[in-house]
């Protein structure tokens, strides 16, 4: 085979589509949506999942397992900077945090998070402390107390 002995491939290369227009395309008026109902209308999109109003299969499957997020520990949380407020020797409590509006509410205890810097010497009660939080006080000379 030569390169003037090359033919197009017909097949190859299929018309393109041009719906809503008669004249024997077969895809004039309804443009093959059919008639009425929703696929038929201008930006229809029906999610995968959705079952025409039958109640859904994830809806009709039985809920199994076990959830452990109802029982997860949360601790509300400060900063070693947030202890600047209080005069050198105070004895820090979850109570005093509190009432001095610090926190909001204590949820299941008090975690003291290291960000920032402590100048004064505190006595710093709490349920848990971060690394970094602990390094910061013993330096500065505050004592720690895990309640």
């Known amino acids: 085979m030569k390169l003037h002995e090359l033919e197009r491939n017909r097949e ?3 018309v393109r589509r041009r719906v809503g227009r008669g004249m024997g395309s077969g895809l004039g008026k309804t443009s093959g949506r059919g008639e009425k109902g929703q696929k038929a209308r201008s930006g229809v999109s029906i999610p995968a999942q959705f079952e025409g109003g039958q109640l859904p299969l994830y809806r009709r ?9 109802d029982f997860k520990i949360r601790y509300a949380t400060i900063n070693v900077s947030d202890l600047n407020r209080f005069k050198d020797g105070d004895i820090v409590t979850p109570e005093l945090l509190k ?3 610090i926190l909001k509410n204590q949820l299941d205890g008090v975690k003291v998070l290291g960000d920032g810097e402590c100048d004064k010497k505190l006595t ?8 970094s939080a602990i390094e910061k006080l013993e330096n500065n000379g505050s004592k720690i107390e895990v309640i």
Request: aromatic content about 8%; charged content about 30%; glycine content about 8%.
């Open 99 to 101: 009432e001095t509006g």
């Open 12 to 14: 190859a290369k299929s």
């Open 124 to 131: 710093v009660k709490a349920h848990k402390f971060s690394k």
């Open 61 to 69: 499957l039985p809920k199994r397992g076990f959830s452990n997020s």
